[in-house]
């Protein structure tokens, strides 16, 4: 015998029912979606912040080699200077040549165009890698962060290749013996002392006739005139340095 169920007809939703339903789907939805927005901006932000705190280290680290080539090439121009006024003195006969070769020979030796000046950019590039830059609000912040690791950053790579060829065409045309220990002691690779050596090159005719030859203070003037420009980057560096870091401090992100 077969079993007959009564028939219960379906309930048929209100067009209220499926308004509500989408509302709540579309809410669920929306705020989900505005969840993981606000997360990634959140994980965006921190980093942004990270990367800026570790660019104010490395704007310090910077600031103290500024401040180093800034005060090596001042007293590389009052040497430069100093073997300009030896060589006018010379020509004018007021000094002779042993003289003048002793004391441009020690002067020179005592000059320092140390290491050029080149600065970390390690977390600026984290900002750009990580798109941190188009978060950053401050306008005045983004500008100077442009002018120090763009502007200055490409200035300070040309400037440094104008050194070392104007450095390296100076010593070929004058001392040709480069950097040289000016002390009694012997590297263990050197048969004599650096102040033997150096005695030995003022005697060579070559060298003394670069010297005494008033070619040499044009030669020295070049080479001073590029120095002099290398210590004004400098010194932009050193401002814009300042001036970044201050801002950066306010933590106005």
Same mark, same amino acid.
């Given at each position: 015998m077969e079993v007959h169920h009564p028939h219960h007809p379906t309930h048929k939703k209100k067009w209220s029912e499926y308004i509500i339903e989408f509302v709540?789907?579309?809410a669920a939805v929306t705020l989900g979606f505005f969840a993981e927005n606000l997360r990634e901006h959140q994980i965006i932000d921190n980093h942004k912040n990270q990367n800026l705190i570790a660019m104010i280290d490395d704007l310090k680290q910077d600031s103290v080699q500024i401040n180093k080539r800034i005060? $090596?090439?001042?007293?590389?121009l009052v040497k430069f200077e100093k073997m300009k006024d030896l060589s006018f003195a010379f020509s004018h006969q007021e000094m002779n040549e042993n003289k003048?070769?002793?004391?441009?020979?020690?002067?020179?030796?005592?000059?320092?165009?140390?290491?050029?000046?080149?600065i970390n950019n390690a977390s600026y590039k984290n900002t750009i890698s990580s798109g941190s830059l188009s978060f950053i609000k401050n306008n005045e912040t983004k500008k100077l962060i442009a002018e120090y690791y763009e502007s200055l950053y490409g200035k300070l790579v040309v400037n440094n290749t104008l050194l070392d060829n104007d450095y390296n $065409?100076?010593?070929?045309k004058t001392f040709g013996f480069g950097f040289v220990i000016n002390s009694n002691?012997?590297?263990?690779?050197?048969t004599r002392s650096s102040s033997m050596q150096v005695e030995d090159f003022k005697s060579i005719p070559a060298l003394r006739k670069k010297i005494i030859d008033p070619e040499f203070r044009l030669l020295v003037n070049k080479? $001073?005139?590029?120095?002099g420009y290398y210590l004004y980057v400098m010194q932009t560096a050193k401002e814009l340095n300042t001036r970044l870091l201050s801002q950066l401090n306010k933590k106005e992100f």
């Open positions: 709540m789907l579309f005060y $090596e090439y001042n007293n590389t003048l070769i002793d004391s441009v020979v020690n002067t020179y030796l005592n000059t320092s165009i140390s290491v050029a000046l080149f $065409e100076f010593v070929g002691e012997k590297l263990p690779f050197q080479i $001073e005139s590029r120095c």
